[in-house]
């Protein structure tokens, strides 16, 4: 003991950093540990999540949720028309993004997009008349996720729009999303004026039918490996589909060219789709929507399936607690914002396009992906940092989607609700950013993080379910 005291003391302090402090102003050596406690110091979260830690059912649950994700292998089947082909789609009901919001609730960019959405579908002739259609109780909003859909940003589909049919052919579900815009002026950034209709309309009668032909011919596209591709070019499949979009026109020209699609209409459809490095991203949306229901529902799991936003609310929902969202205010979009615009014109977060990130992409991707911090800020070391931080808080790695820059090793998937309210670590998202006021789109992109108290909500609830299982 003496000999220890002769020694120079290196010491490590973890909680309060006033006694690291005080021991380098005597002259001391002291690392500062960054630690807090769990659930925020929440002590009845705290002992639910002590309840579920290490529980034999919840890990038996948890492999299962993460055996069906992992091995479910989402297929581009064709091209519908969301009416005709998503499930309990009403006549004149409009989907939206993140979890359930009522009109009067909604942030300015997913008005904008619904009233753009009525001047598309021709229920209205102008903005007012399309808000008053919607004041009188005409229209019928739902989740996306309700009707196993997806839509980024605000996420809008509506009765006539042409929506991407993905079937995941391991355990049989399906799920869809609406086509890729483009960035700017977009319907799914709230923008709603000629130009943004006029394209909405070119897409379904032209866009969408030659779309459809070259996919039946292709017969199926196998999304997975396409994906893994990307991931191996230098795409993150959220934010970054250069690698996934020229994949995919790659197949799909030839396909193209033996359909009896007008040669004319080919070369538009192709020529939108290579002027969009964003086209693949609905797709990487749809097939993550896909394998992630395949682990939904499952009692006892504490893996998330969904991450979604509305621009209010952020919720996630996790697969042993079912159709239950657990919510928290929407968080601002830390990034790089267009020329002309200031931190202020930014919405809150939006979309469900984070569906990328719960399925171990996107964010969780980055290392793979250098390039992606120049259009939503960082360096490459902090990609590679955020990754590697997502590794805490995940079920396992996906060996689908393996990473260069980690010497190959697959991307951390399979958000554990009890991980991240233990380690405080929250799940990282990069997004693009929507102008707050409806009508005016894109103005930058950047990165935000889950809220924790989602996950604490979560945990809580999950530890109740368990408890009635037993």
């Known amino acids: 003991m003496q000999a220890m005291f002769q020694e120079k003391l290196q010491v490590l302090n973890v909680g309060l950093s006033s006694f690291a402090d005080s021991i380098v102003m005597a002259g001391g050596s002291a690392l500062q540990i960054e630690w807090a406690p769990p659930a925020q110091g929440q002590a009845e979260v705290g002992r639910d999540l002590a309840r579920l830690v290490n529980l034999s059912s919840v890990e038996t649950a948890n492999q299962t949720a993460f055996d069906a994700y992992q091995s479910a292998q989402p297929v581009l089947r064709g091209v519908g028309i969301a009416g005709q082909v998503i499930p309990n789609m009403a006549e004149r009901m409009i989907l939206h993004s993140g979890p359930p919001i009522a009109w009067n609730d909604m942030c300015g960019p997913m008005k904008g997009a619904i009233v753009g959405a009525i001047l598309y579908e021709g229920w209205a002739e ?44 391991t355990q049989g579900n399906q799920a869809f999303c609406n086509f890729n815009e ?10 709603n004026g000629p130009e943004v209709i006029n394209r909405l309309k070119w897409m379904g ?35 970054r589909n250069v690698a996934a979009s020229s994949l995919f026109l790659k197949k799909l020209v030839p396909a193209l060219l033996k359909t009896r699609t007008p040669s004319n209409e080919i070369a538009a459809a192709v020529d939108f789709i290579a002027g969009n490095d964003h086209f693949f991203l609905n797709l990487s949306m749809a097939a993550c929507k896909a394998m992630l229901d395949a682990a939904h529902a499952v009692p006892g799991s504490s893996m998330v399936t969904a991450m979604a936003r509305n621009g209010v609310e952020f919720g996630i929902r996790v697969s042993g607690t079912g159709e239950q969202w657990f919510t928290a205010p929407a968080p601002i979009v830390e990034g790089l914002l267009f020329p002309g615009y200031a931190p202020s014109d930014a919405a809150p977060d939006l979309g469900d396009s984070a569906i990328t990130e719960t399925a171990g992409i996107g964010g969780f991707a980055m290392a793979t992906s250098p390039a992606i911090v120049k259009f939503v800020g960082g360096t490459p070391q902090d990609a590679i940092d955020n990754t590697m931080s997502m590794t805490h808080i995940t079920l396992g790695r996906n060996n689908a989607f393996t990473l260069p820059p980690m010497n190959f090793a697959g991307s951390p998937a399979g958000i554990d609700i009890r991980k991240v309210v233990d380690t405080g670590i929250q799940p990282i998202i990069n997004t693009g950013i929507a102008h707050r006021e409806a009508g005016v789109g894109q103005i930058g992109a950047g990165i935000t993080r889950a809220p924790l108290a989602c996950f604490t909500q979560a945990v809580s609830a999950l530890a109740r379910a368990v408890e009635r299982s037993e």
Do not use: Y
């Not at 259609?133 to 309700?146: K, P």
């Not at 483009?182 to 923008?191: M, Q, S």
């Open 205 to 239: 009668q032209v866009l969408a039918p030659a779309l459809r032909g070259g996919i039946e011919t292709l017969g199926g596209l196998e999304l997975k490996t396409l994906m893994a591709q990307a991931l191996h070019m230098g795409d993150e499949i959220h934010n």
């Open 126 to 169: 102008d903005l007012v008349k399309a808000e008053s259609l919607v004041s009188r109780g005409e229209i019928v909003f739902e989740a996306c996720h309700h009707h196993r859909a997806v839509g980024p940003m605000a996420g809008i589909i509506s009765p006539s729009m042409p929506v991407w049919i993905v079937d995941n052919t």
């Open 182 to 191: 483009g960035i700017g002026k977009a319907l799914r950034f709230g923008a």
